[in-house]
């Protein structure tokens, strides 16, 4: 990654493709805010993603039509969508980005979706909202974006342009182009109903960083049991779609000595015990 003549080095950079065109994307309000906000950012030709930002963060930007198009097989017969989504696990944070999705039509009598692309204003002061018809199914189109999820690829749900823009400034710089916000806290994973062995597994191994669930799924399906995954990270690269970054990250958490940056002050007395509660000692004996 090049600095400027400054010494400054792009924190963001931007697929040149996305910047082509005369008409106003996402990528176009996206660089604007960049600008405002005096985020620095590069755009060149880049082999994964349209945009890739700080801390492992991969975003595929498409619009439904886009996304739809993309499930066409290629001249290899493997649909775009699928080399596109492999390419994104090879990062920590993968986001798709659907930009016009939350302004869609959906009919499911006709088995198809309307997508708005233009609105006029009339002589009268109504709006005339132009469509056109896309004949994927709408529950087509929600299971295919459960595929895409379950395969541990975020996704981003935009209404138009602008709103996306929004969308990708705050995920990109953790700012909110509204207001500053407090710091978000570390999510805690919560995950209900773990009916077996496997599926506590998978959550186990899936709260490392870097690691999701179908990742999870990868390396233990490799190597067969939590602990020889564990004791075996360097081996890690050789599951598709781990690089040396999970790796890294993983043997951070695994490996480096736990020490609380704030220990809560232990009380040593008995008054704030509830009765009946055994305290065991050292010196405690079975009887």
């Not at 950012?41 to 994964?48: D, G």
């Not at 138009?160 to 500053?180: E, M």
């Not at 043997?251 to 009380?267: D, G, I």
Request: charged fraction near 25%; charge should be negative; aromatic fraction near 6%.
């Amino acid at each position: 990654m090049q600095m400027d003549l400054f010494g400054n080095v792009p924190e963001i950079l931007i697929d040149s493709h996305e910047t082509m065109g005369r008409r106003k994307n996402a990528v176009h309000h996206l660089i604007e805010l960049l600008e405002k906000n005096g985020v620095q950012y590069a755009v060149q030709t880049i082999p994964v993603g349209d945009i890739l930002g700080p801390d492992g963060v991969a975003i595929e930007r498409k619009t439904v039509n886009d996304l739809v198009g993309t499930l066409r097989g290629s001249t290899s017969g493997v649909p775009r969508l699928t080399r596109q989504l492999e390419g994104l696990l090879q990062y920590e944070r993968p986001y798709l980005l659907v930009e016009n999705l939350l302004a869609i039509r959906r009919d499911p009598m006709k088995g198809c979706i309307y997508v708005p692309f233009s609105t006029k204003q009339t002589k009268q002061k109504y709006f005339v909202t132009l469509e056109h018809a896309l004949y994927i199914h709408p529950s087509a189109l929600d299971a295919l974006l459960d595929s895409v999820r379950e395969r541990g690829v975020e996704v981003i749900e935009g209404f138009n342009a602008l709103h996306s823009a929004g969308l990708l400034f705050a995920l990109l710089t953790g700012q909110d182009t509204q207001h500053a916000g407090p710091k978000r806290l570390p999510t805690i994973r919560t995950r209900k109903g773990l009916a077996s062995t496997a599926e506590e597994q998978e959550f186990f191994i899936a709260g490392l960083p870097g690691i999701n669930v179908v990742r999870a799924r990868a390396l233990l399906d490799h190597f067969g049991s939590p602990i020889e995954a564990i004791t075996s990270t360097d081996d890690w690269t050789q599951v598709a779609g781990i690089g040396p970054k999970t790796v890294a990250s993983a043997k951070r958490v695994l490996f480096t000595e736990y020490r609380r940056e704030h220990p809560a002050e232990e009380e040593t007395g008995d008054k704030d015990e509830p009765e009946g509660t055994t305290r065991v000692t050292e010196d405690s004996r079975e009887t």
